[in-house]
């Protein structure tokens, strides 16, 4: 049965992406939150491609970890694609509906 959402949305010059996972095209969940935070990015970064975006144009992010000890190796990864001006970003510790560690939402702009 499919979920009741979107993968995203685009209002005007704005897209809302739904929670990504770090599922990698496999089906397989990488090993850690760092292996975790890298596909989950790279995932984003697809997505906002097929909009005609990049995680440069992302301007707000919503990050949950399943962890609290898992905040600074997720930072570690997070700046190495994002830079200055860096998105806006609540950071939760919250348990996820399937087995990962980290979930990550993200709204990108145009311009």
């Not at 760092?34 to 992010?61: F, R, Y």
């Amino acid at each position: 049965m499919a979920l009741p959402l979107s993968k995203l949305r685009r209002v005007g010059d704005t897209v809302y992406l739904s929670g990504e996972l770090g599922f990698a095209a496999d089906g397989s969940l990488p090993e850690g939150i760092a292996a975790q935070t890298e596909q989950t990015l790279k995932n984003i970064a697809a997505t906002l491609a097929g909009e005609g975006l990049a995680l440069s144009d992302v301007v707000s992010a919503t990050v949950y970890l399943t962890d609290r000890s898992d905040f600074a190796a997720f930072n570690e990864v997070y700046r190495k694609h994002f830079a200055e001006p860096f998105p806006a970003r609540t950071t939760l510790e919250a348990p996820l509906m399937i087995d990962a560690k980290i979930e990550i939402t993200v709204i990108a702009a145009r311009g």
